[in-house]
Every structure is written in structure tokens, then in C-alpha cells.
């Protein structure tokens, strides 16, 4: 059996090759074939991959069933509960190795890592532990039509073996927000984590392991999607159901996957967030965070705010800050602790983000700030980064205006009237998020009531509270997670009925 070694991502420079393998019922396994990791920073290669084909993603399922069926669904829930928490302390015990693999992975900086990520990853598994202790179900007691009584009481069973498909953005902590409530449940699951993004659900192995999770309960396989092993784990018919967090388009072929075997299933897809900023806001308050919803993870969050909507008598002033502040952002390497910007996750993302660029201008935008490729000097220029970019003047139906570009960019457009703003910020087919920016909390109250999205944040964005409903509308998703929508996706109702 190969095993990756513990200090497989050291923040020293990541040259060394590294080999990334799958894990099915507590071994590290390998597939036939390999692809390479790459490190967005510079293109180098930092480990190679283990592919998981159809066999090893079988035998990943079956792994789980049997982890199933031995103990993790009837350990009791203060038990499992125990457990996740045992989980949250390792990965706080091991968050050097985990941020310097995320960081790896995904060139984002360090300090965003540090910050985001692996602290959100460790309160997934406290969160969904103190859920699932406490979580309440539904009882009600009737008259029957002959006199007597009746008592209808839920209770909550494992879905079974959940298939688990994450993207390359926020890998860990987007793994982790689905494993945790899944296994709070007492399900067992199967994770396939993006192809760009291998480390860190591999590293949360380990973690598994290292905490007494059962062998089999947490499984990983790795590859691509279709006719790979995104596709093999939503089609095979041992998973009860599928979570996906990524593309609406990919979302849309998973749907088409799992029809055939009546999976349930939750999506979080992507999205074109719309953010309102009134003249009457805490203007520096909502510069700096405008600055974060367009450019965090280099824009990379399906929460950034591709579209900025601005009252007309703050435009020009809104323009001229975020301009500067888009100006003033760190570009550098990602192990820089003052770089605020990386790269993009890969030399394909960036050409569609640059085309974007390219339209916006076909489309008749301005470019106030960035619109190109920066020049380092250095071994960043192999890397894949674009500057941080702002236009103006472009139609609400131009394509940028519509189509999801997942890059640093927003555009923004001026307006006159609340009823404007409203209109033009619901004139999407995705719906995930919004944010509203007024120091008039009447209006804030109103406006956000409005919102055809998942979630509406008001002189905020990107605050969480992990036990709301999280999710989108149209494009952007199916279902919610978070809280107890988290526990009633991954559980079956049994609801008993007692006449007496
Ligand atoms: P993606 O859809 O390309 O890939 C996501 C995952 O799906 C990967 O693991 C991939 O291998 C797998 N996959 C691809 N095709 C598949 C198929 N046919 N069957 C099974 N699996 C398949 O997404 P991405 O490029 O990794 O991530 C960026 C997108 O994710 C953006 O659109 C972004 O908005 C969205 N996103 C949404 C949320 C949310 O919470 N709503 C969060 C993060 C990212
Ligand atoms: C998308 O890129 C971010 C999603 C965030 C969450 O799912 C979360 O729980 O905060």
C-alpha cells in the first residue's frame, strides 16, 4: 500500500513531484492512468494523479455500502457527533499542511487560505456535530374519526451513500461543507473533488483517519467528468444521492445522469451576483467591501459580484475608489503572506476570462481599470494571471452583462430609481446571491425582500452563518443546505404514525 507522506505539501516551494492517490476503504489505491497537478502560480507540475476508473470508483461505492452496514448509521449520534468534532480538531492540528496544499493547488494566497478555507472547513464538521446533537423533528397528535388518537412522529435515517462532486475554488471548504452534515446523518460517502484540486480532499484522509472514522465511511476518487470519475459516481447505482457544487452546465449533465435511477439531489451552481450600492451608503464601508465581492480568490467565489449597480450622484466617485482599490491589489506569488491576488486555476480559465475581456471591449465597454495580462519579470509570468478588471458602459443585455465569467471583473452601470436597480438586478436566469448597500435600513429591508436570489446580504457579503439556508434559484442551484436544510437533504423522514 502506498501512502502519501504526512508532510507531503511543505511550504518550502513545492518542486518535488508529489503522487496523489485515491482512498477506498482506508488504503491509498491507484488507477491505470495518471494526469498531472499543476500549480497555477508558474504551470509547474506538483504531483501526478491517480485516475480512478470504473472498477476503482465501484469498489469506492461498495467500500461505503460496507462501512454502511457495519457501523457508521447505527453509531449513535452522540458518537458520530464525537467524532466530526475529533475531525475539526486535526484539521486545526494540521492546518499548516492543508493551507500550504490548498495554496498549491489553487495559487490563492496564503493569507486567504489561513483565513478562509481551513478555519471554514474545521466549523463545517463543530457546526454539523452540534446540529445533529441538538436537531429537533417534526410530532403532531390528531383526533381519529373513531375516538381515538393519533401520534405522527419523524424520525431521520442515512440517505446511504452520497456522492459528493466539488469544484477547484474553494476545494476544502466546499468538501467539507457537504462530508460534514453527510456524515452527521450517518451516511457514507464518496468524494470526487476537482481534477485541479486533488490535495486536499486526499489530505482529509488522514484527517479521517487519524480521527476514528471507520474505514470506508469517508472514501475518495479521483479524475474528471464525463466518462470519468465524476460520471461514473453519479451514475452508479449503489450511490442513493448525488451533491454537486460547480457549472449550471454541469449540474444540468449530472441531472441527466442520475434520472435515470431517481437520485435526489442537491446543486449549488454558479452565478451573476448583482450588488446594489445606494449614494446614501457608509461609502468607504461599501468600497472595501465591493473591493472583497469582486475580487476575493481572484474573483473566483461563485458569490463575487459580477455586476455593480451605482446610484447616479456617488457614480463617478464609486468608479474612481474601486478603481484605485483595484489598482492598489497585491498581485504575487501565492506563499507571499502580502500577496492579495493569485492566479487564475488554470491556463484554460484564463483564456475564457481574457475572451470575456476581449467581448466586453467587442461590446463596447471601457476599461477603467486592468483588461490585460501582467507583466512580473519573473517565473509568475508562466503562471495564469489576469489583472483585476473593471468596465463601464456596456447594454444590460450584452453578453458580459449575462454570462458568468468566474474571473477578477465586475461591471458597473449607473441608476436613478430603487425600482431601476431592482429590475436590473433580477434580470438574470441565475439566483444565488445579492448584496445592498444603504445606511437607510428600511430600504435595505425592502430592496433585499425583492431579490430573486439564495441570498441577499445588506452592507455585508460573504457573511456567513452556517446554520441559514444557503442556495440558489433558476441556474444557480437546486434545494438549500445549511442548518437544518443540511440534515433534512442528507437524511431520509420516516414519519411513524400511532394510533392509540
Ligand atoms: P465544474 O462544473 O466544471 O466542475 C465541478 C466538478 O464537477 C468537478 O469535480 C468536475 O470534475 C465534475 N464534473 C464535470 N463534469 C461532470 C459530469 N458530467 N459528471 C459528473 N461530474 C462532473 O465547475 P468548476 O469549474 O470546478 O467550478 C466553477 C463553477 O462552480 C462556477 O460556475 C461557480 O459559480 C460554481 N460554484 C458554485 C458554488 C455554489 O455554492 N453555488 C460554489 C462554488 C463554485
Ligand atoms: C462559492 O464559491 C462559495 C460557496 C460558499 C459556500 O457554500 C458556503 O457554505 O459558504
Same mark, same amino acid.
Given at each position: 500500500?502506498?501512502?502519501?507522506?504526512?508532510?507531503?505539501?511543505?511550504a518550502?516551494?513545492?518542486?518535488?513531484?508529489?503522487?496523489?492517490?485515491?482512498?477506498?476503504?482506508?488504503?491509498?489505491?491507484?488507477?491505470?492512468?495518471?494526469?498531472?497537478?499543476?500549480?497555477?502560480?508558474?504551470?509547474?507540475?506538483?504531483?501526478?494523479?491517480?485516475?480512478?476508473?470504473?472498477?476503482?470508483?465501484?469498489?469506492?461505492?461498495?467500500?461505503?455500502?460496507g462501512?454502511?452496514?457495519?457501523?457508521?448509521?447505527?453509531?449513535?449520534v452522540?458518537?458520530?457527533?464525537?467524532?466530526?468534532?475529533?475531525?475539526?480538531?486535526?484539521?486545526?492540528?494540521?492546518?499548516?499542511?492543508?493551507?500550504?496544499?490548498?495554496?498549491?493547488?489553487?495559487? +490563492?494566497?496564503?493569507?486567504?487560505?489561513?483565513?478562509?478555507?481551513?478555519?471554514?472547513?474545521?466549523?463545517?464538521?463543530?457546526?454539523?456535530a452540534?446540529?445533529?446533537?441538538?436537531?429537533?423533528?417534526?410530532?403532531?397528535?390528531?383526533?381519529?374519526?373513531?375516538?381515538?388518537?393519533?401520534?405522527n412522529?419523524?424520525?431521520?435515517?442515512p440517505?446511504?451513500?452520497?456522492?459528493?462532486?466539488?469544484?477547484?475554488?474553494?476545494?476544502?471548504?466546499?468538501?467539507?461543507?457537504?462530508?460534514?452534515p453527510?456524515?452527521?446523518?450517518?451516511?457514507?460517502?464518496?468524494?470526487?473533488?476537482?481534477?485541479?484540486?486533488?490535495a486536499?480532499?486526499?489530505?482529509?484522509?488522514?484527517?479521517?483517519?487519524?480521527?476514528?472514522?471507520?474505514?470506508?465511511?469517508?472514501?475518495?476518487?479521483?479524475?474528471?467528468?464525463?466518462?470519468?470519475?465524476g460520471?461514473?459516481?453519479?451514475?452508479?447505482?449503489?450511490?442513493?444521492?448525488?451533491?454537486?457544487?460547480?457549472?449550471?452546465?454541469?449540474?444540468?449533465?449530472?441531472?441527466?445522469?442520475?434520472?435515470?435511477?431517481?437520485?435526489?439531489?442537491?446543486?449549488?451552481?454558479?452565478?451573476?451576483?448583482?450588488?446594489?450600492?445606494?449614494?446614501?451608503?457608509?461609502?468607504?464601508?461599501?468600497?472595501?467591501?465591493?473591493?472583497?465581492?469582486?475580487?476575493?480568490?481572484?474573483?473566483?467565489?461563485?458569490?463575487?459580484?459580477?455586476?455593480?449597480?451605482?446610484?447616479?450622484?456617488?457614480f463617478?466617485?464609486?468608479?474612481?475608489?474601486?478603481k484605485?482599490?483595484?489598482?492598489?491589489?497585491?498581485?504575487?506569488?501565492?506563499?507571499?503572506?502580502?500577496?492579495?491576488?493569485?492566479?487564475?486555476?488554470?491556463?484554460?480559465?484564463?483564456?475564457?476570462? /481574457?475572451?470575456y475581456?476581449? /467581448?466586453?471591449?467587442?461590446?463596447?465597454?471601457?476599461?477603467v481599470?486592468?483588461?490585460?495580462?501582467?507583466?512580473?519579470?519573473?517565473?509568475?509570468?508562466?503562471?495564469y494571471?489576469?489583472?483585476?478588471?473593471?468596465?463601464?458602459?456596456?447594454?444590460?443585455?450584452?453578453?458580459?452583462? +449575462?454570462?458568468e465569467?468566474?474571473?477578477?471583473?465586475c $461591471?458597473?452601470?449607473?441608476?436613478?430609481?430603487?425600482e431601476?436597480?431592482?429590475?436590473?438586478?433580477?434580470?438574470?436566469?441565475?439566483?444565488?446571491?445579492?448584496?445592498?448597500?444603504?445606511?437607510?435600513?428600511?430600504?435595505? $429591508?425592502?430592496?433585499?425582500?425583492?431579490?430573486?436570489?439564495?441570498?441577499?446580504?445588506?452592507?455585508?457579503?460573504?457573511?456567513?452563518? /452556517?446554520?441559514?439556508?444557503?442556495?440558489?434559484?433558476?441556474?444557480?442551484?437546486?434545494?438549500?443546505?445549511?442548518?437544518?436544510?443540511?440534515?433534512?437533504?442528507?437524511?431520509?423522514?420516516?414519519?411513524?404514525?400511532?394510533?392509540?
Amino acid at each position: 500500500m502506498l501512502r502519501p507522506k504526512r508532510d507531503c505539501y511543505d511550504a518550502a516551494g513545492f518542486k518535488s513531484v508529489k503522487f496523489i492517490q485515491n482512498y477506498i476503504g482506508g488504503e491509498f489505491v491507484s488507477g491505470r492512468r495518471e494526469f498531472p497537478d499543476v500549480n497555477p502560480a508558474d504551470g509547474s507540475v506538483i504531483a501526478r494523479v491517480s485516475e480512478a476508473d470504473r472498477d476503482l470508483v465501484d469498489r469506492a461505492v461498495q467500500s461505503a455500502r460496507g462501512a454502511l452496514a457495519a457501523e457508521w448509521s447505527r453509531a449513535s449520534v452522540g458518537e458520530r457527533a464525537a467524532r466530526l468534532r475529533k475531525v475539526a480538531d486535526a484539521i486545526e492540528s494540521r492546518s499548516d499542511c492543508l493551507i500550504a496544499a490548498e495554496v498549491a493547488d489553487t495559487g +490563492k494566497p496564503v493569507s486567504l487560505a489561513a483565513k478562509l478555507d481551513v478555519p471554514r472547513a474545521a466549523a463545517n464538521f463543530r457546526v454539523f456535530a452540534d446540529l445533529i446533537s441538538t436537531a429537533g423533528l417534526e410530532s403532531f397528535q390528531a383526533e381519529t374519526p373513531d375516538g381515538k388518537r393519533a401520534l405522527n412522529y419523524a424520525i431521520r435515517k442515512p440517505l446511504g451513500v452520497v456522492g459528493i462532486i466539488t469544484p477547484w475554488n474553494l476545494p476544502l471548504l466546499l468538501l467539507t461543507w457537504k462530508v460534514a452534515p453527510a456524515l452527521a446523518c450517518g451516511n457514507a460517502v464518496v468524494a470526487k473533488p476537482s481534477e485541479e484540486t486533488p490535495a486536499t480532499a486526499t489530505l482529509l484522509a488522514e484527517v479521517m483517519r487519524e480521527s476514528g472514522v471507520p474505514d470506508g465511511v469517508y472514501n475518495v476518487v479521483h479524475g474528471f467528468g464525463p466518462n470519468s470519475a465524476g460520471e461514473f459516481l453519479a451514475r452508479h447505482p449503489d450511490v442513493n444521492a448525488v451533491t454537486f457544487t460547480g457549472e449550471s452546465q454541469t449540474g444540468a449533465a449530472i441531472m441527466k445522469t442520475v434520472a435515470d435511477s431517481v437520485k435526489p439531489v442537491s446543486f449549488e451552481l454558479g452565478g451573476k451576483n448583482a450588488a446594489i450600492i445606494f449614494a446614501d451608503c457608509d461609502f468607504e464601508d461599501a468600497v472595501a467591501g465591493i473591493a472583497d465581492a469582486v475580487f476575493l480568490n481572484t474573483g473566483q467565489v461563485c458569490l463575487c459580484a459580477e455586476r455593480l449597480y451605482v446610484e447616479r450622484p456617488i457614480f463617478d466617485r464609486f468608479v474612481d475608489s474601486i478603481k484605485r482599490k483595484a489598482e492598489s491589489l497585491r498581485l504575487g506569488h501565492p506563499q507571499d503572506p502580502a500577496t492579495e491576488i493569485g492566479p487564475l486555476i488554470s491556463k484554460t480559465h484564463r483564456e475564457k476570462v /481574457l475572451s470575456y475581456y476581449r /467581448l466586453a471591449r467587442d461590446e463596447g465597454a471601457t476599461a477603467v481599470a486592468g483588461g490585460g495580462i501582467p507583466e512580473f519579470g519573473n517565473s509568475l509570468d508562466d503562471g495564469y494571471y489576469v489583472e483585476p478588471t473593471i468596465f463601464t458602459g456596456l447594454t444590460e443585455s450584452a453578453r458580459c452583462v +449575462k454570462e458568468e465569467i468566474f474571473g477578477p471583473v465586475c $461591471h458597473i452601470a449607473a441608476f436613478d430609481t430603487e425600482e431601476e436597480a431592482t429590475r436590473m438586478a433580477n434580470d438574470t436566469k441565475y439566483g444565488l446571491a445579492a448584496s445592498i448597500w444603504t445606511s437607510n435600513l428600511k430600504r435595505g $429591508h425592502r430592496v433585499a425582500e425583492q431579490m430573486n436570489a439564495g441570498i441577499t446580504w445588506v452592507n455585508c457579503w460573504f457573511l456567513r452563518d /452556517l446554520r441559514t439556508p444557503f442556495g440558489g434559484m433558476g441556474l444557480s442551484g437546486i434545494g438549500r443546505e445549511g442548518g437544518v436544510h443540511s440534515l433534512n437533504f442528507y437524511s431520509e423522514l420516516n414519519n411513524i404514525c400511532i394510533r392509540f
